[in-house]
């Protein structure tokens, strides 16, 4: 069996067990995430252990989220083919990949100009062609695009960051992290024509979201 055929049979493996066996119902969400090569964006020591069911480290201290959040995440999103979605938090670019195959245009944004880049080289690996990736503090999201459709954050945030619910469309939806008493909970907000909806899902680990609408060094 060649190294490919060995990936897809682990991704499909990982499909099933982790995602379709813990509860993730959308097909549209379980065929992208069985055909995104998740071994082109773990750092090269990690590639044996790409389609684990846990995050795994990226450089200064960051993580590729775990492949069932990812999942989950874009399934709370509900995202659709017309889609603009704003992805804070870009990392490895591995959940972009995913969204980039389920929606029109992603634009991610991260923090550290170094995870961007090699962000940026994986997609081209793939031949991602949908996914602009910026550099810069995503907490104040992206106004040149806005409104969006959809906005997912893969860190977690002290409370919802006012810019980024300002820049959702009616009906659009922000799937976010949110710390409280120590616990991280996806947190997912709707526009809805009577104002903002908010609704909690499960428990979750994430690192800090940072700038001006997250944590301060010293308080994480
Ligand atoms: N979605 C990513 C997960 C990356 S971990 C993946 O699939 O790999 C979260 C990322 O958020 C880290 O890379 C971190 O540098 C970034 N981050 C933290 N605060 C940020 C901010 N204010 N703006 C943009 N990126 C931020």
């Known amino acids: 069996m060649s190294d490919a055929q060995a ?12 995602l ?22 773990v750092p090269p020591s990690h590639v044996f252990r790409a389609y684990d069911d846990c ?37 490895s670019g591995y959940q972009a990949a995913v969204l980039a195959r389920l929606c029109a245009r992603v634009f991610g944004i991260e923090l550290l100009p170094e995870l961007a880049a090699s962000a940026r080289a ?7 062609q ?3 990736v910026l550099v810069g503090d995503g907490s104040l999201g992206h106004a040149d695009a806005a409104p969006y459709d959809a906005i997912v954050v893969a ?10 619910v300002d820049q959702l469309k009616l009906h659009g939806r922000l799937v976010i992290p ?4 120590g616990v991280d909970k996806l947190t997912v907000v709707e526009r809805t024509q009577h104002g903002l909806t ?20 010293d308080e994480v």
């Open 7 to 18: 990936g897809e049979l682990r991704r499909h493996q990982m499909v099933e067990r982790q």
């Open 20 to 41: 379709r066996a813990r509860g993730i119902r959308d097909e549209r969400v379980l065929a992208a995430m069985d055909s995104v090569p998740r071994e082109e964006f």
């Open 55 to 91: 995050a795994l480290p990226l450089a200064h201290g960051q993580t590729i989220s775990q492949p069932y959040m990812v999942a989950r995440t874009i399934e709370l999103a509900r995202v659709g083919p017309d889609d603009i979605v704003l992805e804070v938090g870009l990392g």
């Open 122 to 128: 994986a997609l081209a690996r793939i031949s991602t």
């Open 130 to 132: 949908n996914v602009e």
């Open 155 to 164: 860190a977690s945030a002290p409370g919802l960051p006012p810019s980024l």
């Open 178 to 181: 949110i710390r409280n008493a």
């Open 198 to 217: 908010r609704t909690e899902h499960e428990s979750c680990v994430y690192v800090p979201l940072r700038g001006a609408a997250g944590w301060a060094d």
